[in-house]
């Protein structure tokens, strides 16, 4: 690799790559981001590359008319489909895709031109075939800011990035802007942190600046401790030299000299792209001393989190970092002055530092025109639980809940009713069917006693209970508490206590209240934000789903049938065939009755396992 | 000199002092169980907090870490303030039950039930131990293990320290005194951290008046001849 010292070596070499990317006339785009990688795609993956060299199509092997190129990139959120591919130049969008697909697809596609209907994306709704990515109702809502680049590049080339227009940002700003230039930009760009609390980025950063120090530090957060949430882990694999970019130019804008990305270390492949990135960026001078001759200079380290959720809190990482316990403490002294190592400190989140370089690019006026008030740009939401499609969406800051659910999401699968929705991690609040129409931004989801938190959204159907849910998520919360104070250590023990009583059929009107006031305590007296947001899940689902405590505990009744201490398994005699198949299932021995005759469970030795409901054919068994 | 109001008087503060330290010496009483002087601020027990005003914006903060500053308004008796320390305690009382010091406090705060479950630990986890082995002594001594409701304070894998002197100061800064030092048959003994060690007497006056370990820690620090150490300080 040849150093780029000087703002024109990097126009040229841009120049360059981005010419020999338009006379590509054919590439492949195999995603192999984590969640397709799980469904196979690197199988996919090898069994293009296979295929082209067995026609002598691959681009590697022979450059010329017809040569098709092979990428593995990072992740497309369409996650619920993978593996995924898409054939450029017509962009068709396969899903699905098995190895066994891949000599036909080249055949037919990619020599032929033709489709393959049974790979394309079926509209649920008409029923007909789409050609292109941009055309899926998972896609057409969403704005892609930040994901789109993911589906376009190797993320282990930093060529690819660059031909993409990388690192022209971080050239604009070392070369052309002063440091409070560029911070007075991101702070017109309305730009708030996408790890959570939503802090706006350019205050962090002009308090950082502010303090005069030799040393100071620029940090990335990609610990993601949220179960279920991976949109800081797609953006590291898929694009790492994004959010690098993003490092150095907040690095000079507030005069770091180091940076550190912290990784969570059950991101094997997240820790390998970025781990070369930096390499990479090192090795063509984007990285060190002088970078291209503006005189600054900026080097970045990675560090492996530990794995707890706690160990994703601002002074935690920072305690680990050090080599210390990662445990919060207080931040009356903002990082800012005095964080790592005691000096100046810029911690941002992945997604947050991603945004940097586009507002840069475009400018502030450009990317505060995208959202909402007080909350601009797009924010990458991890859509799972009881919904059509499953993935990773790039919305709009102010798009309805309703739309991300069931446009995007393509609604409720099996026709069943929509039950509500936890926006904002583990330490989210549920919100109802009322509240669908709220659109999705900082202060209004923190208004309605939920969250943004780093994105995560859980979606749940009729079949579940929100009591059960609540004691879920506080389980989790409980089992994460670092311990370290009172109110989160033995608060949050006590609502798992009292949530479990209600669950068991045991609860009183006195422990609802309980469950609020100790709610009040732990929200305002808990050290860090673990404890501060954790009774939202149990004070949401008090405020939305009352009915639903009171059944618990006053009429001993889970309307969803979840709590197993509530709910009895009956026969109905009308439906019920005699086929016997419920008597042979039942571990138990539960069931009696002869075949042709009606079958009857008996309640004492019900084990209410549901495996008789599972079998019947007839809808006999019923849940009361 | 800082300016500041407590509960409507008038605080003269040092700067750097921390609000617990200004009202303390004003005369004025916030509960505090994980605060010493000798050591850093911990802000874990969360008995201390209050409410601060400065400008226009109010907070709710532990007191034995915030710093004191020119115009604040401090309130150590809102409503706020009392329901949340009220809990806080609960809680302590519920896991601690036996305990006379919390109940002392549940007197003064006004604290008549637990409606928890007890527990039957004697340790409220202030880290005041740990800290004063580490900060003050200097040594490792003791941690803590496990984590949330789990979390204990123990030495190394449960087993004696290897680097504990019996210095007995994690007894001493013990708020609710359950870490007793025993002295019997030339020895020292501290039961909760499995360790013994024998005591050393003065060349002096022949009264036993530290351990061997202390001895040898105290030789290794500061270089001086056995001799010299195995002087109680009444004698020196
Ligand atoms: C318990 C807990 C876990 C957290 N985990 C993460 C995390 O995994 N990733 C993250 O970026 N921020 C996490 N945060 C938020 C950070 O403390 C911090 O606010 C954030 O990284 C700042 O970056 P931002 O301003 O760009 O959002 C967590 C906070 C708490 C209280
Ligand atoms: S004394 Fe301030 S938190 Fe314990």
Sequence with gaps: MKRIESREALLELYRELAGEREKEEKYIAVCT?????????????????????????????????????????????????????????????????????????????????ELIDRLLYEDPVTGERVLHEEDIPFYKKQMRLLMAANGQIDPKSIYDYIAIGGYQAMAKAILDMEGDE??????????????????PTGWK???????????????????????????DRSLLEGNPHSVLEGMIIGAYAVGATEGWVYVRKEYPLALENITLAIEQARELGLLGENILGSGFSFDVK????????????????????????AEPRSKHIHATESGLWGRPTVLNNVETWANVPIIINKGAQWYAKIGTEKSKGTKIFSLVGDVNHTGLVEVPMGITLREVIFDIGGGIPGGKEFKGVQTGGPSGGCLPQSQLDLPVDFDTLDAAGSMMGSGGMIVMDENTCMVDVARYFVKFLTEESCGKCVPC????????????????????????????????????????????SAPNPVLSTIKYYKDEYIEHVRD??????????????????????????????????????????????????????????DVCKFDAVKVV | MVKLTIDGKEVVAREGQTVLEAAR???????????????????????????????????????????????????????????????????????????????????????????????????????????????????????????????????????????????????????????????????????????????????????????????????????????????CADCR
């Design chain 1, 33 to 113: 981001g984590t969640a397709c990688l799980a469904n196979g795609a690197q199988e996919v993956y090898d069994a293009f590359k296979e295929e082209l060299a067995k026609r002598g199509l691959d681009i590697q092997v022979k450059k010329g008319e017809g040569s098709v190129s092979l990428r593995g990139t990072g992740c497309h959120g369409f996650c619920g489909r993978g593996p995924l591919v898409a054939i450029h130049p017509r962009k068709i969008f396969y899903q699905l895709v098995r190895p066994e697909d891949v000599p036909e697809i080249v055949e037919k596609t990619v020599v032929g031109g």
């Design chain 1, 182 to 199: 560029i911070i007075q930009e991101v702070i017109d760009s309305g730009l708030r942190g996408r790890g959570g609390a939503g802090f």
């Design chain 1, 205 to 231: 950063w002009e308090d950082a600046k502010k303090h005069q120090s030799p040393v100071k530090y620029v940090i990335c957060n990609a610990d993601e401790g949220d179960p279920g949430a991976y949109m």
């Design chain 1, 302 to 325: 990675v560090a492996r989190g530990g794995g707890a959720f706690v160990g994703g809190e601002s002074s935690a990482l920072m305690a680990s970092i050090e080599g210390r316990v």
């Design chain 1, 489 to 532: 250590r033995e608060g949050l023990k006590h609502m798992l206590d009292i949530l479990t009583r209600i669950t068991d059929g045991e609860g009183t009107m006195e422990d609802v209240e309980l469950l609020e006031e100790l709610g009040y305590v732990i929200a305002h007296a808990s050290l860090c934000g673990l404890g501060k």
């Design chain 1, 556 to 613: 001993k009744k889970c309307r969803a049938g979840v709590c197993k201490a509530l709910v009895k398994y009956i026969i109905i005699a009308e439906n019920c065939t005699g086929c016997h198949v419920c008597f042979k299932r039942c571990p138990v021995g539960a069931i009696s009755g002869e075949p042709k005759g009606i079958h009857v469970i008996d309640q004492e030795m019900c084990i209410k396992c549901g495996i008789c409901k």
């Design chain 2, 25 to 231: 010496e004003a005369g004025i009483f916030i509960p505090a169980l994980c605060y010493h002087h000798e050591v850093k601020p911990y802000a874990a027990c969360r008995l201390c907090m209050v409410e601060v005003t400065r400008g226009k914006r109010t907070r709710f903060v532990t007191s034995c870490d915030y710093k004191v500053a020119e115009g604040m308004v401090v309130r150590t008796d809102t409503e706020k303030v009392q329901k949340c320390r009220r809990m806080v305690l609960e809680l302590l009382m519920a896991r601690c039950p036996n305990l006379p010091q919390l109940q002392e406090l549940a007197q003064i705060l006004g604290v008549d039930r637990v409606r928890f479950p007890e527990g039957d630990d004697d340790c409220i986890l202030c880290g005041l131990c740990v800290r004063t082995c580490a900060e003050v002594v200097g040594l490792h001594a003791l941690g803590y293990e496990s984590r949330g409701f789990h979390r204990r304070v123990t030495t190394p894998f449960d087993e004696p320290s290897e680097e504990c002197i019996l210095c007995g100061a994690c007894s001493y800064v013990c708020p609710v005194e359950v870490v007793p030092v025993v002295e019997e048959d030339g020895y020292r003994v501290m039961e909760r951290w499995h360790k013994k060690s024998r005591l050393v007497a003065c060349t002096k006056c022949g009264k036993f008046f530290m351990t061997e370990d202390e001895l040898k820690f105290l030789q290794e620090k500061t270089g001086l001849p056995e001799e010299r150490l195995k002087v």
